[in-house]
Nanobody
Framework: QVQLVESGGGLVQAGVSLRLSCAAS????????MGWFRQAPGKEREFVAT????????VYADSVKGRFTTSRDNAKSTVYLQMNSLKPEDTAVYYC????????????WGQGTQVTVSS
Protein backbone atom coordinates (compact mmCIF):
# COMPACT_ATOMS: atom_id res chain seq x y z
CA GLN A 1 0.00 0.00 0.00
CA VAL A 2 1.03 3.57 -0.69
CA GLN A 3 -0.45 6.68 0.85
CA LEU A 4 -0.22 10.05 -0.89
CA VAL A 5 -0.86 13.33 0.87
CA GLU A 6 -0.99 16.57 -1.09
CA SER A 7 -0.58 20.06 0.27
CA GLY A 8 0.03 23.59 -0.92
CA GLY A 9 -3.17 24.55 -2.64
CA GLY A 10 -4.92 27.84 -2.10
CA LEU A 11 -6.53 30.95 -3.52
CA VAL A 12 -4.17 33.17 -5.48
CA GLN A 13 -4.32 35.92 -8.05
CA ALA A 14 -3.43 35.40 -11.66
CA GLY A 15 0.25 35.69 -12.42
CA VAL A 16 1.59 34.48 -9.11
CA SER A 17 3.20 31.17 -8.22
CA LEU A 18 2.20 28.27 -6.04
CA ARG A 19 3.94 25.04 -5.13
CA LEU A 20 2.14 21.79 -4.46
CA SER A 21 3.68 18.92 -2.56
CA CYS A 22 2.81 15.25 -2.58
CA ALA A 23 4.32 13.10 0.15
CA ALA A 24 4.32 9.34 -0.27
CA SER A 25 4.47 6.78 2.50
CA UNK A 26 4.21 3.01 2.71
CA UNK A 27 5.78 0.94 -0.10
CA UNK A 28 7.91 3.81 -1.34
CA UNK A 29 10.58 1.42 -2.63
CA UNK A 30 8.11 0.35 -5.31
CA UNK A 31 7.35 3.82 -6.58
CA UNK A 32 7.94 4.20 -10.32
CA UNK A 33 6.15 7.19 -11.81
CA MET A 34 4.35 10.06 -10.13
CA GLY A 35 1.65 11.87 -12.01
CA TRP A 36 -0.12 15.15 -11.48
CA PHE A 37 -3.68 15.55 -12.67
CA ARG A 38 -6.35 18.17 -12.24
CA GLN A 39 -10.10 18.40 -12.47
CA ALA A 40 -11.97 21.63 -12.94
CA PRO A 41 -15.68 21.96 -12.09
CA GLY A 42 -17.82 20.33 -14.75
CA LYS A 43 -14.81 18.98 -16.63
CA GLU A 44 -13.08 15.64 -16.87
CA ARG A 45 -9.85 15.00 -15.05
CA GLU A 46 -6.85 15.90 -17.18
CA PHE A 47 -3.18 15.07 -17.18
CA VAL A 48 -0.77 17.77 -16.02
CA ALA A 49 2.69 16.23 -15.62
CA THR A 50 4.64 13.12 -14.73
CA UNK A 51 8.04 12.46 -13.24
CA UNK A 52 10.02 9.26 -12.91
CA UNK A 53 11.09 8.55 -9.35
CA UNK A 54 14.33 7.00 -10.55
CA UNK A 55 15.48 8.99 -13.56
CA UNK A 56 13.73 12.27 -12.88
CA UNK A 57 12.49 12.38 -16.46
CA UNK A 58 9.46 14.61 -16.84
CA VAL A 59 6.55 15.02 -19.24
CA TYR A 60 4.13 17.95 -19.33
CA ALA A 61 0.78 18.74 -20.84
CA ASP A 62 0.98 21.42 -23.50
CA SER A 63 -1.28 23.65 -21.42
CA VAL A 64 1.29 23.92 -18.62
CA LYS A 65 4.57 23.48 -20.47
CA GLY A 66 6.94 26.30 -19.67
CA ARG A 67 4.95 27.39 -16.61
CA PHE A 68 4.83 24.29 -14.41
CA THR A 69 7.77 22.23 -13.22
CA THR A 70 7.64 18.95 -11.35
CA SER A 71 10.54 17.67 -9.27
CA ARG A 72 11.18 15.06 -6.66
CA ASP A 73 13.07 14.59 -3.43
CA ASN A 74 13.73 10.88 -3.19
CA ALA A 75 15.04 11.11 0.36
CA LYS A 76 11.71 12.59 1.47
CA SER A 77 9.59 10.50 -0.94
CA THR A 78 8.01 13.76 -1.99
CA VAL A 79 7.28 15.28 -5.35
CA TYR A 80 6.54 18.91 -6.07
CA LEU A 81 4.63 20.83 -8.67
CA GLN A 82 5.90 24.36 -9.04
CA MET A 83 3.25 26.41 -10.80
CA ASN A 84 4.28 29.79 -12.15
CA SER A 85 2.34 32.44 -14.05
CA LEU A 86 -0.93 30.96 -12.90
CA LYS A 87 -4.03 31.63 -14.95
CA PRO A 88 -7.72 31.47 -14.01
CA GLU A 89 -8.04 28.41 -16.26
CA ASP A 90 -5.60 26.60 -13.95
CA THR A 91 -8.32 26.58 -11.30
CA ALA A 92 -9.01 22.96 -10.37
CA VAL A 93 -8.56 20.28 -7.77
CA TYR A 94 -5.06 18.93 -8.24
CA TYR A 95 -4.28 15.30 -7.57
CA CYS A 96 -1.08 13.35 -7.40
CA UNK A 97 -1.05 9.67 -8.25
CA UNK A 98 1.55 6.97 -8.53
CA UNK A 99 2.30 3.93 -10.61
CA UNK A 100 4.24 1.19 -8.92
CA UNK A 101 6.94 -0.82 -10.64
CA UNK A 102 5.48 -3.15 -13.25
CA UNK A 103 2.11 -1.42 -13.24
CA UNK A 104 0.43 0.34 -16.14
CA UNK A 105 -2.33 2.11 -14.27
CA UNK A 106 -2.08 4.67 -11.52
CA UNK A 107 -2.87 2.61 -8.46
CA UNK A 108 -2.83 5.18 -5.70
CA TRP A 109 -4.23 8.68 -5.58
CA GLY A 110 -4.00 11.54 -3.16
CA GLN A 111 -7.03 13.29 -1.73
CA GLY A 112 -6.60 16.34 -3.92
CA THR A 113 -5.88 19.97 -3.14
CA GLN A 114 -7.86 22.93 -4.40
CA VAL A 115 -6.13 25.60 -6.46
CA THR A 116 -8.18 28.68 -7.25
CA VAL A 117 -6.76 31.45 -9.44
CA SER A 118 -8.67 34.71 -9.54
CA SER A 119 -8.40 37.18 -12.38
Amino acid sequence: QVQLVESGGGLVQAGVSLRLSCAASGRTSSLNVMGWFRQAPGKEREFVATISWRSGNTVYADSVKGRFTTSRDNAKSTVYLQMNSLKPEDTAVYYCATKLLGRVEYDYWGQGTQVTVSS
